[in-house]
């Protein structure tokens, strides 16, 4: 690899690895120990031990690099023409650049949830996602915890959507960052989402945490990543969610609790 492309996959690199390590840094600190000093919004039975921790960090810095390849492929499609990922936002205008960075999102949820159902296949569940589903009780380091197979297919998304439709490189940036907050939140083991959340008409078409943190739990059901609408109208929408979801938010805090309760 000659020095200039080198010093483009260390860039590409090392913003893959700040944004994994600061996202989910920062959800552990905000969410998990914040909010698990509250004690009132846990979604989980289980509890991580440090032995899970350092599995969800390991295979996640892995993944980091197999996502900072991808990186590189798309600069090295860019420079060949091959896709177009673009600065000057005049070359096609606001509401392109706005009207890409939902359809992006949307497309995403979709590629994710049949992937996803892929992946659930026993064959392919044994050799390319068990390692994800060694979480039963996820925290933010989960977010990238994939075996290879499975982070290249996550990966390749980015390429192939790029094939479809110019992209300017702020949408590029908005993707990576949302999917990773989204990620991290999604595995904190904590519900942040509002109470009532799930019963209301529009608002519950975006997943909350409870939603994939029951994925991890019963390892069946519940396959979306940002929304509702696929596992809906496949039918693989887990029936304890809105139960779950409503305990996880409407669970008493410690000062509510009988004296003798409180550890
Ligand atoms: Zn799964
Ligand atoms: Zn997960």
Not at 56 to 61: G, R, V
Request: aromatic residues 14%.
């Amino acid at each position: 690899m000659e020095t200039g492309l080198l010093g483009v996959w260390a860039g590409i690199l090392a913003g893959d690895f700040l944004r994994y390590a600061l996202v989910a840094a920062a959800t552990f600190v905000l969410i998990v120990v914040w909010w698990g000093l509250r004690r009132h919004r846990k979604t989980q039975t289980g509890r991580a031990t440090p032995t899970d921790i350092r599995r969800e960090i390991t295979y996640s810095l892995l993944t980091v690099v197999i996502f900072s390849l991808n990186g590189l492929l798309l600069h090295l499609g860019n420079e060949a023409g091959v896709f177009e990922v673009y600065l000057d936002v005049s070359r096609h205008g606001w509401p392109f650049l706005v009207f890409s960075g939902i359809v992006i999102v949307v497309v995403h949820d979709t590629y994710f949830y049949w992937l996803h159902r892929l992946l659930h296949q026993p064959l392919i569940f044994r050799l390319a996602h068990r390692v994800h589903h060694r979480s039963h009780a996820p925290t933010p380091w989960a977010a990238y915890a994939f075996h290879p197979i499975e982070a290249a297919f996550q990966a390749a998304f980015l390429p192939l959507f790029a094939l479809l439709m110019p992209l300017h490189l702020g949408v590029v940036l908005f993707f990576v960052w949302h999917m990773m907050i989204r990620n991290a939140v999604g595995h904190s083991g904590y519900e942040v989402f509002p109470q009532g959340w799930t019963g209301r008409p529009i608002a519950s078409w975006i997943t909350a945490v409870t939603h994939h943190d029951l994925h991890h739990e019963k390892a069946s059901g519940n396959f979306g990543l940002y929304f509702t609408w696929w596992d809906r109208l496949f039918d693989t929408e887990r029936p304890d969610y809105e139960t779950r979801f409503d305990h996880a938010t409407n669970a008493p805090s410690p000062e509510d609790r009988p004296a003798q309760e409180t550890p």
